[in-house]
C-alpha cells in the first residue's frame, strides 16, 4: 500500500467528519490516544478506538468506501459509520491486528 493510497484514506476520513459536528464532539476527543480514531459501527451505531495504521488496509479502505456509499461525507452522527454488523468489523479489525503486526 502506497503514501498515495493513505493520504486519500486520511482524506475520506476528514472529509467524513463535519465541522459543526466535530466541534459538538471535541470534548471526547482526550479518550482517543494519539495515532488512533473513532468509528461507530452497526444498528446501534457503537463506538470502536481504532489505530490510524487500519487506514492503509486494502480491507479496512473498502469499508471506507461502503460508509462513503452509504452515509456520504456530511453524516450526523459525526465521525466515520461504519454500514456493517459489529460482529463483521471485530472479525475484521482482528484479521488486521495479525496483518499489520507482520
Known amino acids: 500500500m502506497g503514501i ?3 493520504t486519500q484514506a486520511k482524506q475520506k476520513l476528514q ?3 463535519s465541522p ?17 480514531f473513532p ?3 452497526g444498528k446501534t451505531n457503537k463506538r470502536f478506538v ?3 495504521s487500519y ?32 460482529d463483521y468489523f471485530v472479525s475484521l479489525t482482528s ?3 495479525f496483518s499489520t503486526s507482520s
Not at 459543526?20 to 488512533?36: C, F, L, M, N
Not at 452509504?70 to 459509520?81: S, V
Open 20 to 36: 459543526r459536528i466535530s466541534k459538538a464532539i471535541s470534548w471526547r476527543s482526550t479518550d482517543v490516544p494519539k495515532g488512533h
Open 39 to 41: 468509528v461507530y459501527v
Open 15 to 17: 472529509r467524513t467528519l
Open 50 to 52: 481504532i489505530p490510524i
Open 55 to 86: 487506514l492503509s488496509h486494502p480491507m479496512f479502505q473498502e469499508l471506507l468506501h461502503w460508509s462513503e456509499e452509504e452515509f456520504g461525507f456530511d453524516h450526523l452522527m459525526g465521525g466515520l459509520t461504519i454500514p456493517c454488523t459489529e
Open 4 to 6: 498515495r493510497s493513505l
Open 95 to 97: 484479521m488486521l491486528i
